[in-house]
């Protein structure tokens, strides 16, 4: 709302509700993250006009025993499914094939669209200044692109009932079953919220 306010908002007094509502939230927020209103202000700072949400794509690869491919991530050291922010101009599908050859170093072709959900009702930790969609895609390996890409520490397959500690922040273990049932039944409509 004060993004919206202030971007949008012509008089002076209701300028200045807006940017105090924006340091309230600020406030609020640092309360359930890990940095200060001063470290969250130059992110929050950075996204200006209208406030949409940000779009994150994620790759669910299983190979023929079933295992899911995950991916170590650098920042807090536990795993994900390859994928990261689309970026403008590129589709979706494209910005998922491009984040498995740069994250997990694999050539993919979609499949299908399995999830769209809203990261904030799926018990993604921490909250994020900024409201996010994540698109999950069913993506199958179509060979093998670069050697162990410089993004990530690690890339393995996983069980889906052996899961490795996840970053809760990327991908939940829930997701994770949701996409194996995809996988299983691939007629299943797509799941969102």
Request: glycine share 6%.
């Amino acid at each position: 709302m004060a993004q919206t306010g202030l971007t949008y908002g012509s008089d002076p007094f209701d300028q200045q509700r807006y940017a105090e509502t924006r340091q309230i939230g600020l406030a609020l927020l640092a309360l359930v993250t890990h940095g200060g209103a001063a470290e969250l202000e130059p992110i929050v700072a950075c996204d200006r006009g209208y406030a949409t949400p940000k779009v994150d794509v994620r790759a669910a690869v299983f190979d023929d025993r079933q295992r899911i491919l995950l991916i170590q991530e650098r920042s807090d050291r536990r795993w994900t499914l390859p994928g990261g922010w689309s970026d403008v101009l590129e589709t979706p599908s494209q910005a998922v094939i491009r984040e498995a050859r740069e994250e997990a170093g694999v050539v993919v072709d979609v499949v299908k669209l399995a999830a769209v959900l809203d990261r904030e009702r799926q018990g993604n930790q921490p909250p994020l200044p900024f409201h996010v969609y994540q698109l999950f895609f069913l993506c199958r390996q179509v060979s093998v692109g670069d050697p162990l890409p410089t993004e990530t520490l690690d890339v393995q397959w996983f069980d889906v009932d052996r899961l490795p500690p996840l970053s809760v922040s990327r991908v939940t273990g829930h997701q994770i079953r949701l996409l194996h049932a995809h996988h299983l039944h691939p007629q299943r409509p797509t799941t969102f919220d």
